[in-house]
């Protein structure tokens, strides 16, 4: 299974982005999440999808991200609005599936004041 992360760039404090993260097989469909990492950082979980659709977020992102799937497209996105300097980030998409953890590569996001 490979998961392909896209969409990362620079943007302004206040913009948004939207972050794809594509599967080779229908693995989004029981979980999915989207991590992230700040340089001297540890990884964090920033938002997370269960096979029911229940959603869940960092306190530090609740009310501007939104993790989302299509299930059609072996795709899980997640939504960032309001962007803030803090939220730069490599962002890694990731999902449990056959009891192996799948991780994409990262896409960087660079958030400017």
């Known amino acids: 299974v490979q998961l392909q992360a896209s969409g990362g760039g620079l943007v302004q404090a206040g913009g948004s982005l939207r972050l794809s993260c594509a599967a080779s097989?229908?693995?989004?469909?029981?979980?999915a999440n989207w991590y992230r990492q700040a340089p001297g950082k540890q990884r964090e979980l920033v938002a997370a999808?269960?096979?029911?659709?229940?959603?869940n977020y960092a306190d530090s992102v609740k009310g501007r991200f939104t993790i989302s799937r299509d299930n059609a497209k072996n795709t899980v996105y997640l939504q960032m609005n309001s962007l803030k300097p803090e939220d730069t980030a490599v962002y890694y998409c990731?999902?449990?599936?056959?009891?192996?953890?799948?991780w994409g590569q990262g896409t960087q996001v660079t958030v400017s004041s």
């Open positions: 097989k229908n693995i989004f469909s029981i979980n």
């Open positions: 999808i269960t096979s029911g659709g229940s959603t």
């Open positions: 990731n999902a449990l599936y056959r009891l192996q953890i799948y």
